[in-house]
């Protein structure tokens, strides 16, 4: 099997042996209702309404949505207009929270006994991708069997960014719950084979899951070469099976599910518990962060400015959700922890370098992991080639960063690639 081309990164795994702890309560929370790809939901409360923990507060009849439930036990002082990252609007909710932490009396372990309860179970918790993205699980489990039928599980334990080690911890901390969310999705959902994917960097992790599972047949624990980037949904099936999903498909049209090793084991902690999503397990990291680095479970909507504070970090000048490669730069500390956040970092250099001339080097070609052209995409995004765009498939590239980090030039290419694929016509 060929192997994909990507770069070696310093792994600042810094965090690695410090286990989960809560994080302080917040006195408010900010719940936007768009968390996920698709659909914005609705509210469903108004100001001056009492809610408890795991109330639904933000539902939408769209297919592609996920409801959103309250973090906190409160008040609702206010709903407000919120600006999403990606430049949209959507309203958010303002809860003033009481210290007590009261439970939903409606919070109930839900009943699964087949494929579709199952189903509907996860779209109730609010359940999106653990990793990052943001996919309702719901509908990624929701695919019709008989036309693309899935014969192997992916488990993306690889967190190949570096800093990040949320997913490490819940493998080390609760190998229990992943392993039964596992099992919980091959029942009801008839696929024979799991690959649990973890990078060698982690051999710990592996040994403990090769331990657990020893007497499960389906599940095989694939230890992956440390090279980013290795998580990545496409780079993972590859590296796990040798199958390759082609531009336009989906995972299942190549018989295989990708799905995060924490999206799984809250999946089997929903199923025991009732409990929807609505706190994270985050790192909390970067070399603005003057104490209290480490992995902390965080209320849904805590602001970032709060998490901040606790570490410090009051000189940071680049913040991001994510990773230093695919993660999103913060413009306001205000805004809070989401769903799809796995690490807050913070960084005392938020300078960017100065971009120079390409010299046709041709680094950026031989680090993507899809043999894309970015210099030759640059040129056409520039002269607004749509066809040239297209010839060049630029359509496929996940906005892994190695181009950008592997230019001597400095030159934006993993942004350049985004912006050209925002040109090219949705048919």
Same mark, same amino acid.
Request: hydrophobic share 35%; with cysteine.
């Given at each position: 099997?060929?192997?994909?081309?990507?770069?070696?990164?310093?792994?600042?795994?810094?965090?690695?042996?410090?286990?989960?702890?809560?994080?302080?309560?917040?006195?408010?929370?900010?719940?936007?209702?768009?968390?996920?790809?698709?659909?914005?939901?609705?509210?469903?409360?108004?100001?001056?309404?009492?809610?408890?923990?795991?109330?639904?507060?933000?539902?939408?009849?769209?297919?592609?949505?996920?409801?959103?439930?309250?973090?906190?036990?409160?008040?609702?002082?206010?709903?407000?207009?919120?600006?999403?990252?990606?430049?949209?609007?959507?309203?958010?909710?303002?809860?003033?929270?009481?210290?007590?932490?009261?439970?939903?009396?409606?919070?109930?372990?839900?009943?699964?006994?087949?494929?579709?309860?199952?189903?509907?179970?996860?779209?109730?918790?609010?359940?999106?991708?653990?990793?990052?993205?943001?996919?309702?699980?719901?509908?990624?489990?929701?695919?019709?069997?008989?036309?693309?039928? =899935?014969?192997?599980?992916?488990?993306?334990?690889?967190?190949?960014?570096?800093?990040?080690?949320?997913?490490?911890?819940?493998?080390?901390?609760?190998?229990?719950?992943?392993?039964?969310?596992?099992?919980?999705?091959?029942?009801?959902?008839?696929?024979?084979?799991?690959?649990?994917?973890?990078?060698?960097?982690?051999?710990?992790?592996?040994?403990?899951?090769?331990?657990?599972?020893?007497?499960?047949?389906?599940?095989?624990?694939?230890?992956?070469?440390?090279?980013?980037?290795?998580?990545?949904?496409?780079?993972?099936?590859?590296?796990?099976?040798?199958?390759?999903?082609?531009?336009?498909?989906?995972?299942?049209?190549?018989? =295989?599910?990708?799905?995060?090793?924490?999206?799984?084991?809250?999946?089997?902690?929903?199923?025991?518990?009732?409990?929807?999503?609505?706190?994270?397990?985050?790192?909390?990291?970067?070399?603005?962060?003057?104490?209290?680095?480490?992995?902390?479970?965080?209320?849904?909507?805590?602001?970032?400015?709060?998490?901040?504070?606790?570490?410090?970090?009051?000189?940071?000048?680049?913040?991001?959700?994510?990773?230093?490669?695919?993660?999103?730069?913060?413009?306001?500390?205000?805004?809070?922890?989401?769903?799809?956040?796995?690490?807050?970092?913070?960084?005392?250099?938020?300078?960017?370098?100065?971009?120079?001339?390409?010299?046709?080097?041709?680094?950026?070609?031989?680090?993507?992991?899809?043999?894309?052209?970015?210099?030759?995409?640059?040129?056409?995004?520039?002269?607004?080639?749509?066809?040239?765009?297209?010839?060049?498939? =630029?359509?496929?590239?996940?906005?892994?960063?190695?181009?950008?980090?592997?230019?001597?030039?400095?030159?934006?290419?993993?942004?350049?690639?985004?912006?050209?694929?925002?040109?090219?016509?949705?048919?």
């Amino acid at each position: 099997m060929k192997k994909l081309n990507g770069i070696h990164l310093a792994h600042d795994k810094h965090t690695n042996d410090c286990v989960t702890v809560d994080f302080p309560l917040p006195q408010s929370v900010i719940i936007p209702m768009s968390q996920h790809m698709g659909a914005h939901c609705q509210c469903l409360v108004k100001k001056g309404d009492n809610v408890l923990v795991g109330q639904i507060i933000g539902d939408s009849e769209a297919v592609m949505s996920a409801p959103i439930h309250s973090s906190v036990s409160g008040t609702v002082t206010d709903i407000t207009d919120y600006l999403l990252p990606n430049g949209a609007v959507c309203k958010a909710v303002v809860i003033e929270t009481d210290g007590n932490q009261t439970l939903s009396p409606d919070i109930k372990p839900p009943v699964i006994n087949d494929r579709q309860s199952l189903i509907s179970a996860i779209r109730d918790c609010g359940l999106t991708g653990l990793g990052g993205a943001g996919f309702p699980t719901y509908v990624k489990l929701n695919y019709d069997p008989t036309k693309t039928p =899935v014969d192997t599980l992916v488990i993306n334990g690889a967190e190949c960014e570096p800093y990040i080690t949320s997913d490490y911890r819940q493998i080390m901390e609760e190998p229990s719950d992943v392993i039964e969310g596992i099992l919980l999705i091959q029942k009801y959902m008839g696929i024979p084979k799991c690959k649990l994917c973890i990078e060698n960097n982690k051999p710990d992790a592996i040994e403990l899951m090769k331990k657990k599972t020893a007497e499960i047949g389906s599940i095989d624990v694939v230890s992956l070469p440390s090279e980013y980037p290795q998580g990545a949904e496409k780079v993972i099936i590859y590296s796990a099976t040798g199958r390759i999903v082609a531009e336009g498909e989906l995972p299942s049209h190549q018989g =295989v599910m990708v799905m995060n090793v924490s999206t799984v084991a809250h999946i089997y902690r929903y199923s025991q518990n009732g409990i929807p999503l609505v706190k994270r397990r985050i790192t909390f990291d970067g070399d603005a962060v003057k104490e209290n680095n480490g992995n902390y479970f965080v209320p849904i909507g805590t602001r970032i400015s709060e998490i901040l504070a606790y570490g410090k970090a009051e000189n940071a000048q680049k913040i991001l959700y994510g990773g230093p490669m695919m993660g999103m730069c913060i413009y306001d500390t205000d805004q809070p922890v989401t769903k799809t956040t796995n690490a807050v970092l913070a960084f005392r250099d938020g300078a960017l370098p100065k971009t120079t001339a390409c010299i046709r080097c041709g680094r950026c070609v031989s680090t993507c992991p899809f043999n894309l052209m970015p210099v030759m995409i640059e040129k056409a995004y520039k002269a607004r080639d749509i066809d040239e765009l297209k010839k060049l498939k =630029v359509m496929l590239c996940m906005n892994c960063g190695c181009c950008s980090y592997a230019c001597p030039a400095h030159r934006p290419l993993a942004e350049i690639n985004q912006l050209a694929k925002s040109i090219i016509p949705r048919n």
